[in-house]
Every structure is written in structure tokens, then in C-alpha cells.
């Protein structure tokens, strides 16, 4: 630990010692002018440590080099961990300031880490050597691994090559936060007030008390609609009022539209400017192929092969699904055309008329703190693990709930914390992030445990009355907590190959694949109990919501897709220059491509936090695709077991997928837990993109 830093509020507790229960941060402590100057000292500290691997008289070694660079820099991390979850979760003003103020210092110490020259012909050498050194295969995995980031960050550039990386590093990590901001100012900017009786028609009870919630949260009285999706989707679906329902998907897709200071069109064109010259430096035609070639599918081809044997089957399930609504549209003496502000509108009337399901009947069973309790049990069936609340452990915010995690005989092996609800200080969307990585190769030589982070943005239940979830809502808290799963179950020894630090088009796999027991009928027996009567809910309701579960899926489909071949295609140009209008060129490509007006995208360009915020999904939208394939052909063994909780199947997934972490490559990881290679077939079964079938 470096020595105390003095603040202008006294000794920063961002570096002393974290005394909390399993080295928690002191999140009531923690004050947005210490976090300058941990980061700084947090930098010097790792550099001193790189500095000393790097210049040492000793030959490299395995131990002295590879996992010396792994125990590196715990100081920063811990503080960098805290930092991206405060900015994410529960940011203010001044925590905004200090990322756009650190943006800029952080990738170049980025930069000065991964082109150290000393430090990687150090790992050259190794990695040159790797046959003849008689390594572990997870110890010549982790070689490879950090190898690879050296190289792919720039570590073979040469002089004015490598100088000029730097820069754009540096470049691309100020705009890319500046995109997040703006994406968060238009999303925490906008409310629409329900005034009169008149402007609730067609809510049921549950939108009509997020939106009296989410008033009551800004200090307003009345209804508002948000842009959290978890109220802009019921109100979308919902109500009556067209004019206000094209209010709000207007305001919802133009987020990032807006002339003026959070105008996110020049600031992406900038990204793809300076992604393109990033690629060029590495010798790459064009970012898409940089991003892919550290992939499972490793080329573009790849990408659109798969892509092309969707696309054009989730086209043909929305001309279904299309007439459909247009029928009942008729029915009801409705005139004119669907619109994509009418399309979820339309869809619900089809889904209760056919199905008989009905939200507003739906709901009430799936009380947040019973589907949270039945991804415990889940876990527990599966992986043997418990979680035991701790209402001693700090948080950084009152809704936050933390847990002790333990295995089968009871010892730790982990902390989770769950924080589900929407606030104008959060970030939209969903997400896991780690507050520490598991690992056993701990600066002092012993082993750390996870400390994992689940998000979602839930719109909250009126006080003294439980939050109900819906589908959509169930399935994304139980995506969440695979990746959780991923990061508590992991059991390696070196903190690079941890939990969910895996291929893109890997890491989903186990998120999308714990959503399978969301609606396994046991569970839902068990855990989907009426919130008034305590009711099992009817096994009648069971199987319409399973008769109704590929309903709208060609909707569904279209519109993840779109996203992800505007994604594709934007990241393959390679021009230099970027399209002048980016907002133009999505619109063009999607008419190429035959997508309706009234699908519309899941994400447009310029409000794409997948692509913009970060480099994570840059080029890898797709990812949740390819992951899709994976997750409905490993569900199927256990179908093929004859149990969702089959013993065998759950330990074989367990030890080859949830604890694996990157120790070993992705492809051959599946076929241990398969046996063998996926196969597309379960995905288009489970989309019912398979034949002309009914919507």
C-alpha cells in the first residue's frame, strides 16, 4: 500500500487500508476531490512496480515477468473499479468532471504501461520461448494472453507510429466519455408529464405507479414517463394517447440527436475517425477487422454468415407478425398505418387476443424480491451456492443490497451487490461489473475474492408496495446475474483470465444461458407467487406465456439485428473519413436492407453505448447473436438430461464455462462442456424463425 495522500478533507481513504468485512470500499468516506489524487499515486505506484519486472537483472522468467505483470497495479485497479461504478451507478456533476478531467491521464498511463520496451521484450522473449518452458496450460494461456495485449495495444510500433497511437488512445478516451455524458444528459433531461385522466388512458395499475414513482423521485407530482425502458416500453405498449406514445418514442430514439452541447453526431464521427487510423496503425483495412481478430468468429465473414441466416427469416416472421396487428387494427376501426410508436401498442392487443396474456395479469406474480430470490435458488440447485444478506456491508446507495456468497460447506467465496432500480444518476441499460476480480495470485501471495456488481434500471414500486417486473424485466435480471455467476464462480489463479474477461462473443454465454431458468415451470411453481394472495401462479398461466413466448420474436429479432449490421458496417468502412451523416447512412443502409419504418432499431448510432462509450462492443454487437447459439444449444443438454437441474450437465457447465474464466479458449471450453460444436438449429427453434408458423 502506498503511503497516506493528504486531501483538502484529510488523509484520501481511497488509499489507506479498506478495513470494511472482505476489503469493502468505505463508500460513505468517499468524496469526488479524493479521486485526482489517488489515481495519481494509484499510476506512480504501478509504474514503480513495471519499472522494477522491467529492469530486473534476472532473466525473464514465467514467475518474475508474466505473473509479476498479473499482481500489478491492485492500487489502481481497486480505485479505477470504484471510480467506473460511482460514474456509472450513482454519478453528480462533480464526479463527471473528474472523469472528463482523468479521461485523457488514465490511457496514457495505458499507453506508457503497455509499450513499456523493456517490460514487453521481457514478454517477447518468453513468448517466443513458450514450447520449451514447460508451463501449466493455464500459465501459457495467461502468457499468450498478455502477450497479445501488449501487441494489440500498440507495443510493436515503432517511434513516430507508436507516438502517435498514444495520441489516439488519449483522443478516443475523452471522446468516448463525452459520448456516455451526453447519452446520460439527454436520458435525465427529458419527462413527460401525465397531467389528466386523459393522458393515463390504457395504463394498467402497474405503468401507472412507476410513473407516479418516478414523479415522486423528482420532486414532481402526477405521473411522468422517463426514457428508463423499463417505463418507456409499458407506456409505449400501453397507452392509448398516440400523440403522446409518438412523444415518447420520439425522444427516446433521438437521444444524442440534439443540436447543441450534448450533440453526439460529430462526437462519433470522431471515434470512427480516429478507430479507423487505429486500425491503419496495426495494418488493419479497417476497425472491424482489428476488433474481430481477437473474436471467436475472427473475420467479417464470419459475422455475416450468421447474420445472413437470421436476417432475412426474422424479415419474413415481421410480415407475419405485421399482419397480424393490422388485423386487429382493422377490427377496431382504426384507421391509418402502423407506425413504430404503434407497433408495441398493436402487438399487446394481438398477444391478449391470441394468447390470452395480459401484463396487467402477468405482473403481479413477479414481485422483484421473489424472481431475485429465484435466481438465488437457481444458483443454488446448480452451483451449490447460498447468499446471505449483509445489511453490515457499505454500499453507495440506499437501494443497494449486498450478500456474502458461499459455496455448499459454507466457506465465502465472493460478495454480491445488486443495485436495481433507475435514477437520473444512473446510466441507462443493464450491466455486471467487477469491484474486485478473483484470483490466487495476490500481491502478498494469497488469494483475493470476487466482488461482483449486478445493474439493472428498473422503474420502482410506489413506496410500502413491492416492484413488479415484467417478462422482459425477469429475464434481464437473470442475464445480469449469469454474468454474476461468471464472475463469483470464477476459479483461476491469475486476475487477467478472471470471471467474464473473455472473447466478446464468449462473454455472453453464460448471461444468456442462465435466462433459460426464468421460466423453467419449477421455478416458476416455487417463486412466482401472486403479491397480494401469495398464490402459485396457475399452471393456465404458465402455459399461455409459453404458448405466447416466440410471439413478436421476428419484431424482436429485426430490430437487434438492424443494430448490429449498422455496427458492422460502420466499423468495415475504409475510408478515413467517416460518413458525413451518420444519422443518413444508418437510415440508407437499413432501407438496403429492407428494414420496416415501424421495427425500427434496438440502438441508433448516435446514442450507441455498445459502440461509443467504450471499445468493448465496437464491432461486436453481434456478439449477443453468436452467444444465442451457444446458450440454445448448451440448454439443450439439459433437455437432453430430462432436467433443468440435471447434476451431472450443471457440474460440467460449472467447471467448464462459470469457473473457467479465460483460462482456456473459448471454442474448446464449449466442447468440453458440450461434447461437441454448437449448432445453429436450437437458436431458430427458439426464435421460431425455423418455418412460416403464426405469429
Known amino acids: 500500500m ?31 476531490a479524493h479521486f485526482r489524487p489517488a489515481f495519481e499515486a494509484a499510476m506512480q505506484a504501478h509504474r514503480d512496480e513495471l519499472a522494477a519486472i522491467g529492469a530486473s537483472a534476472e532473466a525473464p522468467s514465467f514467475e518474475n515477468t508474466v505473473a509479476a505483470f498479473d499482481r500489478s497495479g491492485r492500487l489502481l485497479a481497486r480505485i479505477d473499479a470504484v471510480f467506473y461504478n460511482l460514474t456509472a451507478s450513482h454519478t453528480s456533476a462533480a464526479l463527471q468532471a473528474v472523469q472528463r478531467e482523468m479521461a485523457g491521464p488514465l490511457a496514457a498511463h495505458d499507453n506508457a504501461v503497455y509499450m513499456d520496451a523493456a517490460l514487453f521484450a521481457r514478454l517477447d522473449t518468453l513468448h517466443a520461448r513458450r514450447a520449451e518452458l514447460g508451463l501449466e496450460p493455464e500459465q501459457l494461456r495467461l502468457l499468450e494472453r498478455i502477450h497479445l ?48 385522466e386523459d393522458d393515463l388512458a390504457g395504463l394498467p395499475g402497474f405503468v401507472r405507479a412507476a410513473a407516479r414513482q418516478a414523479a415522486a423521485d423528482r420532486g414532481l407530482d402526477g405521473h411522468v414517463v422517463t426514457l428508463s ?47 479507423r487510423e487505429q486500425a491503419s496503425l496495426h495494418g488493419q483495412a479497417c476497425y472491424a477487422d482489428y476488433a474481430l481478430a ?17 436476417w432475412p427469416r426474422a424479415l419474413d416472421a415481421v410480415a407475419r407478425e405485421r399482419a397480424a396487428l393490422e388485423e386487429v387494427k382493422a377490427a377496431a376501426g382504426v384507421p391509418g398505418t402502423i407506425e413504430a410508436w404503434d407497433w408495441r401498442y398493436w402487438a399487446e392487443k394481438v398477444r391478449q387476443q391470441r394468447y390470452a396474456v395480459d401484463d396487467a395479469e402477468v405482473k403481479p406474480y413477479f414481485a422483484l424480491e421473489n424472481v431475485v430470490a429465484a435466481a438465488f435458488d437457481c444458483a443454488g440447485r446448480l452451483f451449490g451456492l447460498q447468499f446471505v444478506r449483509r445489511a453490515d456491508l457499505p454500499v453507495y446507495h440506499p437501494d443497494v443490497h449486498a450478500y456474502e456468497v458461499r459455496d455448499a460447506a459454507g466457506t465465502a467465496i465472493g460478495v454480491f451487490l445488486q443495485d436495481n432500480f433507475a435514477r437520473p444518476s444512473k446510466r441507462s441499460g443493464a450491466w455486471m461489473s467487477p469491484l474486485r476480480w478473483q484470483s490466487r495470485n495476490a500481491p502478498d501471495g494469497g488469494a483475493e475474492l470476487a466482488v461482483i456488481l449486478n445493474n439493472n434500471n428498473f422503474a420502482k414500486g410506489e413506496p410500502g408496495r413491492p416492484t413488479l417486473l415484467s417478462m422482459d424485466d425477469v429475464r434481464t435480471l437473470f442475464h445480469e446475474f449469469g ?7 470464477s476459479s483461476v489463479r491469475y486476475a487477467r483470465l478472471s470471471g467474464t474477461q473473455v472473447l466478446r462473443d464468449f462473454v455472453e454465454l453464460p448471461s444468456q444461458l442462465f435466462e433459460h431458468w426464468a421460466t423453467v415451470p419449477e421455478v416458476l411453481a416455487r417463486h412466482a407467487r401472486h403479491v397480494d394472495t401469495g398464490a402459485p401462479i396457475p399452471e393456465d398461466l404458465v402455459r399461455r406465456l409459453e404458448a405466447a413466448r416466440r410471439f413478436n420474436q421476428g419484431y424482436e429479432t429485426v430490430r437487434y439485428c438492424a443494430s448490429a449490421i449498422v455496427d458492422m458496417a460502420v466499423h468495415a468502412l475504409p475510408d478515413a473519413e467517416p460518413p458525413a451523416d451518420l444519422c443518413a447512412f444508418e437510415a440508407e443502409l437499413m432501407a438496403a436492407q429492407g428494414l420496416p419504418a415501424a421495427v425500427g432499431m434496438n440502438h441508433r448510432l448516435v446514442h450507441f453505448q455498445h459502440l461509443f462509450s467504450s471499445s468493448g462492443y465496437a464491432a461486436g454487437y453481434y456478439v449477443y447473436l453468436w452467444a444465442e447459439v451457444l446458450d440454445a444449444d448448451g440448454y439443450d443438454a439439459f433437455v437432453e438430461a430430462g432436467s433443468p437441474f440435471d447434476t451431472q450437465v450443471a457440474a460440467a457447465l460449472k467447471r467448464h464455462i462459470y469457473s473457467a474464466g479465460n483460462s ?25 424463425l425455423l418455418a412460416a408458423e403464426p405469429a
Not at 484 to 489: E, K, R
Open 2 to 32: 502506498s503511503a497516506a495522500v493528504s486531501t483538502p478533507g484529510g488523509a484520501n481513504p481511497l488509499l489507506q487500508d479498506w478495513t470494511a468485512p472482505f476489503g469493502l470500499p468505505p463508500f460513505d468516506a468517499l468524496d469526488p
Open 149 to 196: 495485449d501488449f501487441v494489440r495495444a500498440g507495443a510493436r510500433l515503432q517511434g513516430a507510429a507508436q507516438k502517435r497511437y498514444a495520441e489516439v488512445m488519449e483522443e478516443l478516451a475523452a471522446l468516448t466519455t463525452r459520448f456516455a455524458q451526453n447519452v446520460l444528459h439527454d436520458e435525465a433531461s427529458f419527462r413527460l408529464e401525465l397531467k389528466t
Open 229 to 275: 425502458r423499463s417505463l418507456v416500453v409499458p407506456f409505449l405498449t400501453y397507452s392509448e394517447r398516440r400523440d403522446l406514445r409518438e412523444a415518447a418514442w420520439r425522444a427516446w430514439v433521438s437521444r444524442g440527436e440534439h443540436a447543441g452541447e450534448h450533440d453526439n453526431r460529430e462526437v462519433a464521427r470522431d471515434i470512427l475517425r480516429l478507430r
Open 294 to 310: 481477437d473474436t471467436m468468429a475472427g473475420r467479417q465473414a464470419a459475422v455475416q454468415q450468421l447474420l445472413g441466416e437470421v
Open 483 to 489: 454474468h454474476g455467476l461468471h464472475g463469483l464462480l
Open 664 to 688: 482456456q479458449e473459448p471454442g474448446a471450453a464449449y466442447a468440453a462442456f458440450r461434447g461437441r460444436a454448437p449448432t445453429v438449429r436450437p437458436l431458430l427453434e427458439k426464435r421460431g
